[in-house]
């Protein structure tokens, strides 16, 4: 071994890490449990229930409202961030653990004058490492010797094979990292991988003074808000003015209530300087209750728990959900860019179609049983002509990736045999180089030379090919050439195999060459990833496949995966004459490709105009995948955006929703996603959306379901007074209502099903409201029927004699309006007239149903028992007589919301 590459020596290796640094891409550290407790804190709403909890504090200490009132309300805050905080420290702790049990990787070393085995991590500059096929470079340096074919797209997104040859002695690793500098001739990077070739490599930088390591460096810091959190910040501002204006509306009508009761202002400042303040304080009080009964306390909680619940299920469709708002805002997606590669195709390439030399195709599955004779030469000159090879654990190492596609085309039984058959042996061969763009083989036993190569190089000597039987016959070179053209366009790579009579001679082709057959190979479209692109295109989601491969080939897959349909524009830098005659071209076109040049060539607001077209973007850099999610969010669209390399981070941060890839993701990817795609496929991105808007909907439910209760509450409380009842609903009935409804009810509507149909559903704008008008007129109409009840129940005189006391009419009336609004709970299960759909996938429903119509019939028969609680929730026991009155109006909810959904025509949509 030369003196040179006897590598360091401990002593050294120590030097130089103190000097340089790890060879680790550092993290940031994660959050700790109090930080993300904190930071749920900063919520909207539960700034809105913390200042309301407050004031009613501070009235507690002047003898206005009971203590528990606001203690309630703080419970309910703490346990929202406790709970959002579990399932964060939760999701982290699952990718914690799936980052650890990855296997850590190794990399043989020259050190101390011998070889040795070291993780990555240990590595230090000045170190020189052994590099083979398959190998992922461990950090930045130089090639020494050897000639090498890279896969950069772990950096740059670039699929094709950058050629590394051995540095000169005068080579100088270049101080500035550009984008010619990862395709240049010596140049090795952190991350990438050896498609082919072996060598030796110096360590020049390591860990974080890496490429790798500064991109992960520079990504942003700043996440974005999710649309969930800025429709919550609207429903807490249009609660909370809808609060205070009816409390200060409200408190003034009391108060000339209290003026008119009292005969007149002059009456009214007669009865004394004490009594006022007690009616202003009692007016105050009312509309403080307002204020508590306006606000839905339980709907933090109840996205909490429905994020938490959700983080489980989505695991076992192969998402690692790493934020749980991550799932929602999924749900919530105007526009998805996709990766190509892994993604929405296989992520490997093989052989896809087979045809003759006459032009006839044969499928791949056929051949044997309709060529076999030709199938027995093919196999031949792939078996016996490769560099590839099947490995002990049953996979195909060696070659390039062309190679190993040709080898999985062969299978493992065929090369087994050909690799064991003494009677086919090889004694000459050439391998395949840039230059000839063919391989050869000679097998002196069946007196054959065999080619592997590019078609233009075989065909040019050929003149015979075999058909179907495996006669020699006159070849087609007309009907081959527009085979070969179609299979071009789409996106494949054409491979032609022949043989020769004669013997092998090195660089040359004989003139004799039989055509055996051609193949084309791709890596094809996923055919679960062409359904779930369909499924997500018809929820109203724009898909642009946005990778770093060739334009022409990115257009072949976007036509294959029906992404790019109807009247198809491609865009290149020298069809840019004039950006506004482009836009107009656009408008006429279905969908559009272009590529990164072109794409950097139009300005920010021509991209805006043309966006809604655009399916393809290729050769795209990580600034251009950035730059389409700031323009996207510019336009409040909610964007997603999935990736593996260092190179998607920056934009994966950005988006509303990162999709890292869990097999090809780097950790950077990962580090900056909200979710993890764990078997890097389209059709688990599908289940997201489809959870997502689950949630959302889920969401809307409890938002119907509770404000219809907060409506009947607030306008029974503020009406019935001034007809004579006072006190319809005490102040600690409507702390029953808002801490049974809110939390209970966050459990009954939690765990609705995922239906189908949702993603039908156009998508929602990041600032569109969680109230629409259609839910609006729902819960207001369900809250007013309440009032009906109220006053049917007080006033018609039909419920009196079911009942001894105005005690135990006013406790039956509390029991009719729980009943009512807990029945309400069916209603808003659908639109339709299906309240029962699925009801049985919804395991909590019926449950969390009769627990709630339990703890409030206990509670209501409570003064039986336990006095104490009865006088505290002013519950006084009644009859089996007033239960069925209870019970008959409370079920009427459920026919008066039919009558509205048949009246608005809700059912039908």
Known sequence: MEEKFKGLTNDEVLASREKYGTNEIQEAPPETFLQKVIGNLKDPMLILLIGIATFMLVLSFLGQAEWYESVGTYIAVALVA??????????????????????KEKIKVHRN??????????????????????DKIPADGTLLTGELRVNNASLNGETEEAKKFAAPADWKYPEEIKGDTLVDKHSLFKGTTIYNGEGLMLIERVGMKTMMGEMAADMADDDVDS??????????????????????????????????LAGGINGFLALGGMQIFKKFMEALMIAIMIVVCAVPEGLPLMISLVLMSNTGKMLDMNVLVRKAIGIETAGSLNILFSDKTGTITKGELEVVKFFLGNGEFIETNEISAKAN?????????????????????????????????LLKFLSEDTYLALYSDKDSIVDASQS?????????????????????????????????????????????????????????????????????????????????????????????????AKSAIAEVKGAGIQVV????????????????????????????????????????????????ALSS?????????????????????????????????????????????????????????????????????????????????????????????????????????????????????VVIS???????????????????????????????????????????EAPRRRDESIVSKKMFLQFTIMGLYLLVIALVWFKSGFFHPLFRSMDQLKTGFFAAFMFAAIFNGFNVRSEGFDIFNRIKDNKNFFKVMFAMLAVTFLLCQSSLVLPAIGKMFSCTAFGWKGWLAVILMGLTIIHVDMLRKLICGTYKK
Not at 397 to 403: E, H, R, S
Not at 550 to 568: F, M, P, S, W
Request: hydrophobic share 45%; charged share 25%; glycine share 8%.
């Open 82 to 103: 406790f709970i959002s905080a579990k399932t964060e420290m939760s999701s982290d702790k699952k990718y914690r653990e799936l980052k650890e049990s990855t296997k």
């Open 597 to 713: 040049d072109a794409l950097n060539k139009l300005s920010d607001d021509t991209i805006k105009k043309i966006i809604g077209k655009i399916r393809v973007i290729a050769r795209a850099l990580p600034k251009d995948k950035s730059r389409m999610v700031k323009l996207c969010q510019e336009l409040n669209l909610v964007v997603g955006m999935t990736g593996d390399g260092v190179n998607d981070s920056p934009a994966l941060k950005r988006a509303d929703v990162g999709f890292a890839m869990g097999i090809t993701g780097t950790e950077a990817a990962k580090e900056a996603s909200d979710i993890v795609i764990l078997d890097d496929n389209f059709q688990s991105i599908r289940h997201a959306i489809l959870y997502g808007r689950t949630i959302y909907h889920n969401i809307l439910k409890f938002c119907k379901f509770q404000l219809a209760i907060n409506v009947g509450a």
């Open 113 to 134: 004058g011998v070889l040795t085995v070291v993780d990555i991590a240990e590595l230090v500059v000045g170190d020189i490492v052994v590099l083979q096929s398959g």
């Open 718 to 760: 503020a009406l019935l007074p001034f007809i004579g009842i006072e006190e319809p609903l005490t102040v600690t009935h409507l702390l029953y209502v808002n801490l049974c409804m809110d939390s209970l009810g966050a459990l009954l509507l939690g765990q609705e099903p995922a239906l189908s149909r949702y993603m039908k």
């Open 373 to 405: 004779k030709v199938k027995g030469l093919l196999d031949l000159s792939i078996g016996k002509n490769t560099s590839a090879m099947y490995d002990a654990n049953h996979n195909v190492i060696g070659g390039n990736a062309t190679d190993q596609a």
């Open 432 to 528: 395949f180089n840039s230059s000839n763009k063919f391989s050869q083989a000679h097998i002196k036993s069946v007196g054959k030379t065999f080619y592997k190569g590019a078609p233009e190089r075989l065909l040019v000597k050929a003149k015979k090919c075999l058909d179907e039987s495996g006669n020699v016959v006159d070849l087609d070179k007309d009907a081959l050439n527009k085979q070969i053209d179609e299979l071009a366009k789409k996106a494949m790579r054409v491979l032609a195999f022949g043989y020769s009579e004669k013997e092998l001679v090195d660089d040359k082709i004989n003139d004799d060459i039989v055509i055996i057959g051609l193949v084309g190979i791709r890596d094809e479209v996923r055919a679960e």
């Open 545 to 592: 496949m946005i990778t770093g491969d060739r334009l022409e080939t990115a257009v072949a897959i976007g036509k294959d995966a029906n992404l790019l349909e109807g009247e198809v524009d491609v865009i290149t830098p020298e069809s840019i004459k004039d950006e506004a005659e482009l836009v107009n071209r656009i408008e006429k076109m279905d969908t559009v």
């Open 227 to 260: 649309p969930l959190k800025v429709k919550l910040a609207k429903l807490a501002k249009q609660i909370s003015t809808f609060g205070y204006v009816g409390a200060i509306v409200i408190a003034v009508v009391y108060m000339i209530h209290f003026v008119i």
